[in-house]
């Protein structure tokens, strides 16, 4: 059989409060039985309690979860609590969308993607990157039936997380090269509309670096836009190629060093910087982008050390092997990883 199945969301909703109307937004979308709402500790009090209060208005049946660290064991947890019909919302940051993506496939139920802030593409993305010691990257799960973004709440959360989305979504420019090496290299098989809209997605944040600003709702709504159609691109790849190449593996390599990872969008732009010199393309662009977007350049700016920066380039290449990328199957020899760091100023 030859067919491809793509996912997306049936509804998305995007604006200022519409976090009010989520008990009516899942009556009209027939997810009234009973709601299971995953939240962190932060994103409770700024969103999750004012959902509750709306599905509880409309009667809805709701259980909340707060969910404190994000593995394996929590999706386990969480997979526990689902009823064949429930429906399960994730209200906060790309962890908890992660597990409540995660817990939601496992257990066959609906998924709803609430959004507090734009940090990354897996918004809207049918892939949870839910990291155990073995891999440290995305699994497969299902896209959201719907995803309610609330731009107020968005605007108001901290601007590095805001520069942490425009930084994942920038780094799908040295994304498509390593696809596109991997396409001629490999045969490695390549979407052309998956890679444009890919690359249309980063485009959108470099053409726009003047008007991502803090607190401003259409930041916020510009932000989301391009997260979702980063989050299709994915979709329609059936895999995060489109968005996750050698800057990735860059990022998770950091994750698995550090015991206090760095923002996954922050980790990942510089990750952009340093493989974009590799393919000797314009990383200065690269560079003065993400600076005019707020997001790190530099080990200093992410508050790690040279040589963690040299650990994780070195380190890149065993993360997820079957990916072909500029780094080879060997990787980058320390003195390179060390000339390469220096050149683009990301150590001094
Ligand atoms: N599935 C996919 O395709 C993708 C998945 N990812 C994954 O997403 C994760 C990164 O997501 P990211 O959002 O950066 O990290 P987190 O989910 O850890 O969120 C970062 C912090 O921001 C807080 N926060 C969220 N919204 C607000 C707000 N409105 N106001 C104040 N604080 C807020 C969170 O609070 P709280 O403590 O309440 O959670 C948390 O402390 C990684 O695990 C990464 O691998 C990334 C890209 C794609
Ligand atoms: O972060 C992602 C896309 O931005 C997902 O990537 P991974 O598949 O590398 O986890
Ligand atoms: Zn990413």
Request: with cysteine.
């Amino acid at each position: 059989m030859n067919t491809r199945k793509i996912q997306m969301p049936r509804e998305v909703y995007i604006g200022p409060d519409v976090i009010y109307e989520t008990g009516e937004i899942c009556k009209d979308l027939h997810l009234d039985n009973k709601v299971l709402v995953l939240t962190g500790p932060n994103t409770y009090d700024i969103a999750a309690k004012h959902v509750i209060e709306s599905l509880e208005d409309k009667d809805i049946e709701v259980d909340v979860k707060i969910v404190e660290k994000v593995s394996y064991d929590s999706v386990d947890e969480v997979s526990e609590m689902i009823a064949p019909n429930t429906t399960v919302l994730g209200v906060g940051g790309g962890k908890v969308i992660d597990v409540a993506k995660l817990a939601s496939f496992d257990k066959n139920v609906f998924f709803v993607s609430m959004p507090t802030t734009a940090s990354h593409d897996g918004i809207v993305s049918p892939l949870a990157s839910i990291k155990n010691p073995k891999t440290a990257t995305s699994a497969k799960a299902h896209a959201p039936i719907a995803v309610i973004a609330d731009s107020k709440i968005i605007a108001n959360s901290p601007f590095r997380l805001l520069s942490a989305g425009c930084a994942d979504l920038i780094s799908n420019f040295t994304a498509i090269k390593d696809w596109q090496l991997a396409h001629r290299l490999k045969n490695e098989p390549y979407s052309e509309s998956a890679a444009s809209l890919s690359i249309m997605s980063a485009k959108m944040i470099t053409d726009n670096v003047d008007s991502i600003k803090p607190g401003l709702e259409e930041s916020a709504r510009l932000v989301v836009k391009t997260l979702f159609s980063s989050g299709m691109a994915i979709s329609i790849a059936g895999s995060s190629r489109p968005a996750s190449g050698s800057e990735h593996t860059f990022s998770h390599a950091l994750d698995k060093i550090l015991d206090k990872p760095c923002l996954h969008g922050e980790q990942c732009g510089v990750g952009t910087i340093l493989m974009m010199y590799l393919y000797g393309g314009d990383w200065k662009f690269i560079r003065n982008s993400l600076k005019a977007v707020g997001a790190p350049t530099s080990a200093k700016e992410l508050g790690i050390s040279d040589e963690n920066v040299i650990d994780a380039l070195t380190m890149a290449h065993t993360i997820r092997p079957e990916r072909y990328t500029i780094l080879g199957d060997n990787g980058i020899s320390e003195d390179a990883a060390y000339e390469l760091a220096l050149k683009t100023g990301v150590i001094k």
